[in-house]
Structures are given as C-alpha cells and as structure tokens.
C-alpha cells in the first residue's frame, strides 16, 4: 500500500525566509507528484505538478523538484510571504486510475 | 467557469438521518472524484467516475455509501443512515483526462462539512 508522508505536521517562519517543504512517498512507480495548497475552509488548488520523466517544476516562487529514486519531493518557497501561510499538500499519482494517495500536509505560517 | 461547484456547504443532521451531498464538475470535465478529509485520516478517495460510470469505489467506506453520476454535470454521494463518525469535509473533484493524460490536475470543490450528531 502507498503512502506519502509528509514532516513536520505545521511550520512557522518569519516573513521573507526561503523555505523548504518535505514529502516522502514509497511507491518509486510513480506516475506524477502534484503539490497543493489548502486554505481554512476552502478546497484544494493545484500548485504544481511533475511528471514521472521531469526533475522539478517552477511557477513564480515556487519550485518543486522529484527524486524517483529516493522517494522523496520538495516544495522550495522563496521570499517566503504572510499570504503564503495555508496547508501545502503532497499527492502521489502511480497510475491506477488517476488514483491521488494524499500527505497529511504541512500547515505553514509566515510571520509578518 | 465557476469551478466545482459543492452543496450543501454546511450540513448538521442526526444520526440514522439520510444525507446527500451534491457535486457539479467544471463543465466538460470528463472524471469525477469525491474525497473525504479527516484530522485523523487526511484525505482520502471514496470513489473515481470517468465518463459518468464509477471506475474505483475501493474506498467507499461500507455500504451506507453511495455514489451516482446520473449525466456529465452531476453527481450525489449519499450516506444513509449517517452515523457521528462519518463526520468530515466531503469534497468534489473533476479533471479532463484524454486516454492516460500526463497533465491530470484535479480541481477541487470548497467542499462539504458534515456533522452527525
């Protein structure tokens, strides 16, 4: 059975740090690794997405890398800002029917 | 668009009662998937429709679930009789998947969350 693990449960920081964000997954048959970011209350919103073949993906401050080998993925946020204070979620997609095994998620607070 | 749209937003009911939760996908979205998200658990997929017919329902915890997918804009999961541990958020998500698409990403819904008391 997958599962995708992701530590520490919360993290804060102060305003204008770089910070990383872990994820683990033990299922190297990977199809994509998909990161989201979850507001109280509010749905999931796609961040990034990287395919089984790519090494990382960027989209303004965010970076996010995938090592197949490993197990491992990371969301790197630069210039860290108090808007980006929200639960980041990691999720594994093997293949079997688009299936997504979700972390837990990191609970991020920026500290103005 | 309007994104995936969710309702009930807020639902408290009794135990033993019947519940619905409704879900419209962004339009000409072809799967469909509903979650289920607990502090305990996280979140976790009850059930996939691609094109209106239930792909994988491995996760629908027992059979007080149920889940349809009537036409290609809307879909029910219905928990009957509820019972206070099926209390979570529930949400809906669609994706446009052509064959086995490497760019699947899911839109979720605000969700729906739900107290049995």
């Known amino acids: 059975k997958q599962e995708v693990t992701q530590i520490p449960a919360a993290l804060s920081v102060p305003e204008g740090e770089n910070l990383v964000l872990n994820c683990s997954f033990t299922?190297?048959?990977?199809?994509?690794l998909q990161w989201f970011r979850q507001d109280p209350g509010k749905g999931l919103t796609s961040l990034l997405l990287i395919q089984s073949s790519q090494r990382e993906q960027t989209s303004g401050r965010l970076n996010a890398s995938l090592d197949k080998s490993s197990g491992r993925s990371t969301l790197y946020i630069a210039a860290s800002q108090p808007g980006d204070s929200a639960t980041y979620l990691c999720?594994?997609?093997?293949?079997?029917?688009?299936?997504?095994?979700f972390g837990k998620g990191i609970t991020l607070s920026v500290r103005p | 668009d309007a994104g995936v749209i969710q309702s009930p937003r807020h639902e408290v009911t009794e135990m033993g009662q019947e519940v619905t939760l409704r879900c419209k996908p962004i339009s000409g979205h072809n799967s469909l998937f509903w979650y289920r998200q607990t502090m305990m658990r996280g979140l976790e997929l009850l059930i996939y429709f691609n094109n209106n017919v239930p792909i994988d329902d491995s996760g629908m915890p027992e059979d007080r679930f149920s889940a349809k997918m009537p036409n290609a804009s809307f879909s029910t999961l219905k928990i009957q009789p509820s019972e206070p541990r099926d209390s979570a958020v529930y949400f809906c998500a669609s994706s446009l998947r052509f064959g086995r698409s490497i760019q699947e990403t899911q839109y979720f819904g605000p969700g729906t969350r739900l107290l049995v008391l």
């Open positions: 999720a594994e997609d093997t293949g079997a029917n688009s299936k997504l095994t």
């Open positions: 299922d190297s048959a990977i199809y994509n």
